[in-house]
């Protein structure tokens, strides 16, 4: 069965509204004049009106029929499996034709959207599927790819330059913990990634399988973050913003409103909250920092490898060296930053590689910088036995220290080790820097939980809690509305996806008092 706008096997209600009142008008008479009341019953409320509350019959049944079949018309067919009711595992299909169709995303599902939906093996029919269009390479868009592969997908990979140079180190990581550890099999997997992928730069239109045209805009998300504008065969367009960031990361360009939509797909994943302005959140990360030197003890920030890693070492970096100059003294004598995760270490290398790509801010401190990423006092971890020493030496001679470690939501990874060994501890401060998923490790530490479970053994909480919501790759509730604002042409219509209900709810809100019509 095809789905309209739905996760689940719910017709999407508006679409479907429409489609019985047309039919039951078109039964009424054999002219086709006039929409019975009966055909909205339990559809679009007790009856279907006219925007001035009267049912459409009578002399009004031709025009308003007719209304209602160019409605129907333009109605995008778009299939959601995943991120429609919850905020991981982004994955739509927008239908061309009846027989052709575009997937935008292959993610996969984490915290308690993955309990809803374990088996994150492919369930829908890859038949039609022109072509693949990827936002980025976080894994909650782009961690489904190796199954999506495996169910005979064998069709372009639309993406960004950074994102078709990134993609291939997401997926190898993605295959060593979810598929195999054997070389073989990973490099013939990568291979067949890299076969696929068709890089494509920005601001340009761009023919694209199925007989539809794609244009890519930066999103602000992450390296690679991209918009993807599409414009059907017959001139109307759909526009998925992705991840959408809050034009705020120094090492990214900041996101790029569309010129129009008929449909508009869009992230909402803080729809409901307002971020603090930059020059607080490097305050505050600042002061965690002095705090560390002040009790001697270890701050543990749990940091997607990509991105947020790559932002707090530019951040930090400007710290140790703004202190320097206006104080006159150093930090970076005082206190180790270790970097440990072989993956962000070498997402960081290539971060380094595409410096065209950065953002404005960190364009002009290259000129004085060509280092931005690295400093004196930083230390990476690489061995899994050098993991081991650097947890045991922390631990050992209660040195001052911030750790920045994957995962990002405490769900596994190294992170895991330094919150066993230090959590307990009053001098720990833990920084929480990203969304934290609700049901994951670090969803429950950054909601203050007295204690939290970890590889399946409690562990009591005494360590101070930080969450710098500044750093959060995600633009909040203005942010949002500023990219639909900044749009030449008003969306026709809007949907929200990527978000939990509070979050779509209040975002919902504030787009319909600015007269956005939302699905």
């Known amino acids: 069965m095809v789905e309209w706008g739905r996760e689940a096997a719910t017709p999407n209600t508006s679409d479907w509204c429409v489609t019985r009142l047309v039919i039951a008008g078109l039964a009424r008479s054999p002219f086709g004049w006039g929409v019975g009341v009966s055909a909205g019953r339990n559809c679009c409320g007790p009856s279907a009106r006219s925007p001035r509350g009267k049912v459409l019959r009578g002399?009004?049944?031709?025009?308003?029929?007719?209304?209602?079949?160019?409605?129907?018309?333009?109605?995008?067919?778009?299939?959601?499996?995943?991120?429609?009711?919850?905020?991981?595992?982004?994955?739509?299909?927008?239908?061309?034709?009846?027989?052709k169709s575009l997937l935008v995303d292959c993610g996969t599902f984490q915290g308690e959207d993955a309990r809803k939906k374990p088996n994150p093996e492919i369930e829908f029919s890859l038949r039609g599927i022109q072509a693949l269009l990827l936002t980025h390479v976080h894994i909650d868009h782009a961690g489904r790819i190796p199954y999506l592969l495996a169910a005979g997908f064998d069709h372009p990979i639309l993406c960004s330059a950074p994102t078709a140079k990134l993609l291939p180190l997401v997926m190898e990581d993605a295959l060593k913990i979810g598929f195999t550890r054997s070389k073989r099999l990973i490099k013939q997997f990568l291979g067949q990634i890299r076969k696929l992928l068709?890089?494509?730069?920005?601001?340009?239109?761009?023919d694209c399988p199925g007989g539809v045209k794609v244009r890519l805009l930066p999103a602000g998300h992450v390296l690679g973050s991209t918009m993807?504008?599409?414009?059907?065969?017959?001139?109307?367009?759909?526009v998925f913003s992705g991840d959408v960031g809050a034009g705020t990361n120094p090492l990214l360009n900041p996101p790029v409103s569309p010129e129009r939509a008929d449909l508009l797909v869009l992230e909402s994943t803080y729809g409901d909250r307002l971020h603090p302005p930059k020059a607080d959140r490097q305050a505050e990360l600042e002061a965690v920092v002095r705090r560390t030197l002040d009790d001697s003890g270890v701050t543990i920030v749990p940091a997607f490898s990509l991105g947020r890693t790559q932002a707090l070492l530019y951040e930090l970096n400007a710290i140790f060296e703004r202190i320097q100059e206006t104080e006159h003294r150093t930090l970076m004598k005082r206190v180790d930053v270790i970097v440990d995760s072989p993956l962000a270490s070498r997402f960081t290398a290539l971060y380094k590689e595409m410096k065209s790509h950065w953002g404005e801010e960190a364009q002009v401190t290259l000129e004085t910088d060509d280092q931005p990423l690295v400093f004196e006092n930083l230390t990476t971890v690489g061995s899994h036995s050098e993991h081991k020493e650097t947890v045991r030496y922390l631990s050992q001679h209660k040195l001052p220290a911030v750790v920045i470690a994957g995962s990002g939501m405490c769900t596994g990874g190294r992170v895991v080790n330094y919150l066993k060994e230090f959590i307990g501890q009053e001098e720990t401060d833990i920084v929480f820097a990203g969304y934290q998923a609700g049901g994951t490790p670090g969803n429950y530490i950054s909601r203050g939980s007295d204690w939290v479970r970890?590889?399946?053994?409690?562990?009591d909480v005494r360590a101070k809690t930080h969450q710098l919501t500044g750093y959060s790759a995600h633009g909040d509730q203005e942010d949002l509305i500023a990219l639909v604002d900044g749009m030449a042409d008003a969306p026709k219509e809007i949907r929200l996806v990527h978000g939990d209900y509070a979050a779509k709810r209040a975002l919902t809100q504030k787009l319909t008092e600015k007269g956005y019509h939302l699905i």
């Open 59 to 99: 002399r009004d049944g031709p025009l308003s029929l007719f209304l209602l079949v160019l409605l129907l018309m333009s109605l995008m067919k778009l299939v959601h499996h995943g991120a429609r009711e919850g905020v991981t595992g982004s994955c739509h299909q927008l239908w061309i034709d009846d027989s």
């Open 228 to 238: 993807f504008e599409i414009e059907l065969p017959d001139g109307r367009r759909a």
């Open 454 to 459: 970890l590889d399946g053994r409690r562990y």
């Open 198 to 206: 068709v890089p494509l730069p920005y601001h340009r239109w761009h």
